[in-house]
């Protein structure tokens, strides 16, 4: 018997977080479902079957807490509808679904609903509040080539099947300038499956009542950039505070408990943690980049734990913080500070050393 269903207001970035509840033998079920609008389909599916509070709360966070935008109620009838239209993605695509397919599979070959995506689409995304945030938000779906996103906002077939990628493209950063009355440029840096490019596209908007549209859009200027000269468009100075650590698996364990909605990777020489901000505020920007969503990384290699923060102000908080959380297991060794970004590249890496990958 469904109970309730939850998803992330989210769907301008590409990717939302669903969660749908219902009661079976007297037991709750949760299913949670990432659904990627540019990976084309669910990217991820987990279930819990009659969870504690705490279970099913680090798990909503482990899928939503990233994402950067509101949490909302939704009828089972939406639930399904973006369930079965997400996996039929998959399958069109040639995509495998992920998780226990067999708990959602009949959801994806026999659900029917006359619901459409113009229905839905307002819902599932947060209400666009000025016309620099459209332009930023439509670039970034441009480049996605996200078809449906293009055509909800203009109403255009020959709009919604432009493109300049191969594949399903990431904006890394944008500059918007406004031309005139409506007309703006995005002067683009995104990368494809062959390499990094510029472009710059220019947009015709006007408003119709609450929403905004695309009236046109031309494409001009294409051009290839060097990795390096990517790195020195995207990049941000950074601050680095290193901590000798004790009683790591300990430590590790509580610290992601208390923190569930970092996102977590296994490197192969440490553990790595992303912090996002709440909110998406940065595509409200006239220059927008994609790391400014990010207000710290954490990295756990052999005895010692990094912590990367962009400002000042960041630095301070989020290392007293975890001074004051965790001062069983760590004690302030060494703290640098950087033009550019350094930690991500040591993660990458594969070193252990920091000194020496410095050198």
Known sequence: MFDYAKITKSRLMGSMGLIVRYKENEKYIYQYFLLDAEGLGIADYVSLKDPTIKEAHKEEERLMGGLGESRIFVNEEIALFLINDFGNKNLEYGKDLPGEVNEYIEIIKNYKSNLTLDEVYPIISKPIE????????????????????????????????????????????????????????????????????????AFNICREKDNFKIKSLLVTDKEPMYDFEVFDEISKSEYIDVYKLSNKDKFLMEFYNDNPFMLKNEMEEGVFFTRFNFNNNHVKENVYVINNDIKSIYYQVADEFFVGTYSEKDRKYINKLLIAKYKEYLKIDESYFFEENVLYDFVESGSNDFEDFLD
């Open 130 to 201: 000025d016309e620099v945030e459209f332009i930023n938000y439509m670039t970034m779906r441009f480049i996605a080539r996200d078809r449906e996103s293009l055509k909800y906002f203009s109403g255009s077939d020959e709009i919604s099947n432009n493109h300049i990628t191969k594949i399903n493209g990431a904006l890394l950063k944008n500059t918007v300038i406004k031309r005139g009355e409506g007309v703006f440029i995005s002067e683009v840096l995104y990368e494809d499956e062959d390499g990094y490019y510029t472009c710059k596209i």
